[in-house]
């Protein structure tokens, strides 16, 4: 390549849509979208969903078709991670050596799956890649039995989707009910009957000690058969570029202010990796939801054209577990009371902090889902 232009790292919804946007937005200088994988861009959440059943083939989550890239004069590198930047002279290095100098960064390199830390968790499969959905896919195909670790959302959809093909799956999980610390017992109790619905069996208040050939073993003696196992244990920021060269982190992730500019000039950073300030919130709000991460690449790439976008949405995502999807709208980083409400086939649940809506989580309810987003967005009390 030799014109200078805009590079970005990564080909997840943050990356595609900040290219995207850049070009919407009258960018005219060139565009690089590098990336570590090797497909072109694809959808994720069907992954652990209608992908891992064998519903739908690679070539039906496709993001985009090549003419798409081309007609927006992307350039699609795939299958070369960048492997450093040097912010001094504006420039990244890929594995293969390219080094591509840049006007405008921005870092949407995601996140990646946290390694099951014990004995043998080498064993375990893990899901975020396209490749790592194929692997998993193959061995489901031959297995009768299967045990998922975590009961995150990755853990319960994969879960749901294993056992609905037919494979015994149990899924392990040190809380007693799925997603307690972060949604409480009421809707953990509701995606425990939602599993049990799909077939799976759920072992909570256990954690698993050692993976062997054939078996999982559990810190309660229990020692667990299983053709397969799935590491569904979180996601940690691939934040390695943006620390060796000394770009602000919060925690463990990208700080970047609300229009996805990090602390170095000229850089930006959005979806997984990056934790941005959200102006509504008027704090940094962490995410790790496919929409958010299209949103915050949208402002990156408007903004590197000369725009000035701000985040400005309530964060959320839907998640489809077996037949069901819950969608929930929240800041997500606590509350202090949530109350349940029954509605016809499904539910709300309704969280709050100071008698401050913060968030809510809806099943067969997408009036008060919306109305649950207006009165966040709006920092409104909860419905009586
Ligand atoms: C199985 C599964 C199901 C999900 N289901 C849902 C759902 O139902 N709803 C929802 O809201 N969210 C869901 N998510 C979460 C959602 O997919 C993520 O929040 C979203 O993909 C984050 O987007 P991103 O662009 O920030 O990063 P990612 O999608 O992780 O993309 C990061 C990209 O960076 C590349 N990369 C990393 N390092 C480098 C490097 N050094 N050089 C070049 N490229 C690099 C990677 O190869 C990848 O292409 C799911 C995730 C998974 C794994």
Request: some cysteine.
């Amino acid at each position: 390549m030799s014109d200078t232009g805009i590079v970005i790292v990564g080909s997840g919804p943050a990356a595609v849509s900040a290219a995207e946007s850049y070009r919407r937005a009258g960018g005219t200088s060139p565009v690089t979208i590098v990336t570590a994988d090797s497909h072109l861009p694809y959808l994720r959440p069907p992954l652990s969903k209608d992908f891992l059943r064998g519903e739908v083939s690679a070539s039906e989550i496709e993001l985009h078709t090549p003419k798409w890239f081309s007609d927006l004069d992307i350039e699609l590198i795939c299958d070369d991670p960048v492997v450093s930047i040097d912010t001094n002279a504006q420039r990244a290095t890929t594995r293969t050596g390219n080094t591509i100098p840049y006007l405008r960064l921005i870092l949407a390199t995601g996140a990646e799956p946290r390694p099951l830390a014990v004995t043998g968790g080498h064993r375990a499969f893990s899901l975020r890649s396209l490749s790592e959905a194929q692997s998993l896919r193959e061995a489901a195909a031959a297995a009768d039995t299967a045990v998922v670790v975590g009961a995150g959302f990755i853990g319960c959809e994969a879960a749901a989707s294993l056992a609905l093909s037919g494979i015994a799956t149990t899924l392990i999980s040190p809380d007693e009910v799925p997603q307690l610390s972060r949604l409480g017992s009421a809707v953990g109790e509701r995606i425990t009957a939602i599993l049990k619905d799909a077939g799976v069996h759920y072992v909570g208040g256990v954690k698993v000690t050692a993976v062997h050939e054939e078996t999982v073993q559990l810190d309660n003696g229990v020692s667990i058969a299983t053709d397969m196992v799935l590491a569904a244990t979180g996601v940690a920021p691939r934040t390695a570029l943006a620390t060796e060269t000394g770009i602000r982190m919060v925690t463990d992730r990208i700080a970047v202010d609300e229009h996805m500019c990090t602390s170095t000039e000229n850089v930006y950073a959005a979806g997984d990796v990056a934790f941005a300030v959200n102006r509504i919130a008027g704090r940094r709000i962490m995410i790790e939801h496919w929409q958010d991460a299209i949103i915050q690449g949208e402002i990156a790439g408007t903004n590197a054209a000369g725009g000035s976008q701000s985040w400005y949405a309530v964060p959320g995502f839907w998640t489809t577990i077996g037949d069901r999807t819950l969608k929930y709208a929240a800041w997500g980083d606590g509350y202090a009371r949530a109350r349940l409400v029954e509605r016809e086939t499904g539910f709300s649940v309704w969280y709050e902090t100071n008698g401050i809506a913060v968030g809510v989580l809806t099943l067969d309810a997408d009036d008060d889902y919306a109305e649950g987003q207006n009165r966040i967005r709006a920092g409104a009390a909860l419905p009586l």
